[in-house]
């Protein structure tokens, strides 16, 4: 199955083994909980996977990449301890904590969540010492005489053989004791991430054009060739920040995340087209619609590909803007929260002596606190997290405006404090006016260059394939879209696109 299933049926199953009865215990005993094995290329994105469940199912997560360790830190260091059994005092062997299993209760006292994910990683690669402890851990879920904690949920992955010359084959008995779920590289699951975390645009539209260049793993007389997701998404990392520092981006430098040659130097190629387009069409200027006749007349010549390009770079524009609406959003509804708190509390009765900006301190506190236990227990996505920060920086600057101004009563504080969270406000309606004015200048450009054809259909597609431009899209509405959405037959053009697709390919 490819990622994103595999992710909803982890996702089940922590809800699942989770769930509780009416006396409060867990529906399913944990003899009865398999860990769930899940096992896959490398790079596909297991890990990634790993926190979105967690944070998704309001849980915490510890996670470890076993070959990193020695039998002693994963069972734990051996002691001798005095029993009395009967009428004979004995020297009895026992064992110290696991490092894995402290670090759990370390994860629930630092987080305050008691229920969890326990991820072990590159499971089937341990060293021959190791083997039987984690066979041990599958089958008991113990390490050494240390049992994982009641509400934490095992899941291990681990590499096929042919990725790895360390894997090690599980028995039947191990087998028969896990809930086994093999995945697949998937490009059209992993647009859909990548469009949340932001990858790069060029790559995006690279991988549109030459999918089965997305995931590769070869062997030669060289030794592997090799192309993953995470070298994908570590490379878009490296781009942008070359970009933002205006630092050169050459082949050498593709090949270190992307150990293909062939491929590294197509998307070295790529790349330098793909720039040449941004400047040629002048895709702001399309966004802010002052786009010219030229541009479409040039657009509706160009072959295929570039016609693919020029969208990518038209949504991947987008992409930002409707993000940065997203994330304006969050960090208002956030501050309209803190306010109305803050409006309770220079209301309470109980609080009447207590200057406003001891409250206001102690608000903000409580607020930054909240966020760093979140923050260590992995429940904020990137743009949330972003949004927070904003929030309690805006907090800050509010707090600081009202003793700069000399604020006496809480009554003049509280209105200077509403008077800066309508400018907030503002500035929230003004990126998604912003992000809407883009949109319809983006369906303007197209409509002049193709009308309703199949670049209009690769479009709609991908805009619904994204999750800010559909959670945009939602909550503000665009005319053009939901009509094209509704006309347009996706399954009868989207046989043709891809026909084009193809035949693209092999021109190029």
Known sequence: MNIKRAKEEIEHTVKAYLAKDALGEYAIPAIRQRPILLMGPPGIGKTQVMEQVARECGVALVAYTITHHTR???VGLPFIRQRHYGDKDVSVTEYTMSEIIASIYAKMEATGLSEGILFIDEINC?????APTMLQFLQCKTFGNQAVPAGWVIVAAGNPPEY???????DVVTLDRVKKIDVEPDFSVWKEYAYQQGIHGAILSYLEIRKDHFYAMETTVDGKRFVTARGWEDLSTILKVYED???PVEEGLIYQ?????RIAKDFANYLDLYRKYRTDYR????LQGKYTK???TKLQDAPFDERLSVMGLLLSRLSEGFRGAYEADLTVTGLHGALLELKERFNSPYCKETPWENLFTGLVEEREAAFAKERKAGLL???AEHACLKELERLHFFLAEGKRNGCREKEDAFALVKGLFAKEAEGRENAIADASAMLDNAFAFLEEAFGAGQEMVIFITELTTNFYSVKFISENGSEKYYRYNAELLFDEKQKTILQDIEKAKTEL
């Open 72 to 74: 002693q830190s994963a």
């Open 381 to 383: 996505e990137k743009t």
């Open 257 to 261: 995340y992307l150990q293909h040659r």
């Open 283 to 286: 895709v702001d200027d399309i």
């Open 164 to 170: 790895n010359k360390s894997v090690r084959e599980f």
């Open 294 to 296: 030229q541009a479409v």
């Open 245 to 247: 520092m205006d630092l």
């Open 126 to 130: 341990v060293s021959e010492t190791l």
